[in-house]
């Protein structure tokens, strides 16, 4: 009966955290599978700053789903561990993990999250040349030591300018997509610099700001109205250094139709959400296919929330695409849910068979 007990989780982000902490509610088991050795995701790894849009920091907020599972007794954990075969059917899966154990499970969460944008991908914007241009998670690294410093000579910039859509909507690169949360996390994080640093003046270079739904008052008016931050509507060519060391901002402002150049100390590329680099060993080993742009892929969307293209295998958050950390959480809720539903179906059948 042990498959009839069991749902695999796969990735121990806000995704499989609420996955499995809804499982275990639910009175099943939940095996936690998480390839890192800690838990919670981009959030802890990265070292994300204050979430969007609680205001909450990170390590707070998540820390409590992690404690939410860790210790509870219907939940087991792996960590530093993968899938590496998995063999059976819906409700009769095994597991065999990289640490030689195995896991018999009925269903399967794969919440196996996205992997950050590389700007090295994105040469002519500076990252990977000039010490002063950073990514949005290296700047909320920064935040979270409580100061804004220039990495190159630990001065206290007077200018900083954000620079939207980097590894977004992008066809140049193969980034169609919009990344949905870079908008709203970039205004955040420019209230975030002027709350540390209030002689800081910060920019934000943008094609168009999309901080959807409610978020467009509370992170985009408020960040212009009481943070003063600067919006910018421009096409950036090129990030490159001036004889005094200072950045230089080179482009053309779409509003005006002029070209600009503008001094910065330090420029943030906000990074976009790209498919998880080990999806197609993901898909592979899973037996899962692959949207076209590498997120995995979703089963018919009205009848078959989270359901994957195999059946009792079902998905959540960013592993489909770029997604906010609330709707992850409130998918891995529903993707345990049926989960779980399975699991009772599939004992139900083994009872009258």
Known sequence: MAHHDTVLVVGAGPAGLSAAATVAAMGKKAVIVEKEDVLGGAPIISGY???????????????????????????????STKVIQLDGEAGNFTAHLSNGQQV?????????????FDSINKPEWGFGTYED???????????????????SDGRVPERVAILLCVGSRDRQIGREWCSKICCTVSTNLAMEIKELSPSTDVFIYYMD????????????????????????????????KSPDGRLLVKGEDTLVKRPIVIPMDIVVHAIGMDPNALNPEIAKVFGVGLEKHGFIDRAE????????????????????GPETID???????????????????AAALAVNA
């Open 49 to 79: 700053a204050k979430l969007v849009p609680s205001g909450e920091w990170a390590k707070d907020a998540i820390g409590r789903m992690v404690s939410r599972v860790d210790g509870n007794g219907n939940v087991s954990i792996h960590k």
């Open 104 to 116: 018999e499970a009925g269903s399967i969460v794969l919440a196996t999250g996205f992997t950050h």
């Open 133 to 151: 241009v950073l990514t949005t998670t290296q700047m909320e690294q920064m935040v979270g030591t409580g100061q804004i410093r220039c990495p």
């Open 209 to 240: 700001i999309r901080t959807f739904g409610l978020y467009e008052d509370k992170f985009y008016w408020k960040s212009q109205e009481e943070y003063k931050t600067k919006f910018v509507k421009a096409r950036i060519a090129e990030v490159t």
């Open 301 to 320: 969307q009205y009848t078959n929330s989270q359901g994957t293209t195999r059946k009792g295998i079902y998905v959540c958050g960013a592993a489909t």
């Open 327 to 345: 709707d992850s959480i409130a998918q891995g809720q529903s993707a345990g849910s049926r989960a779980v539903a399975d699991l009772y179906q």
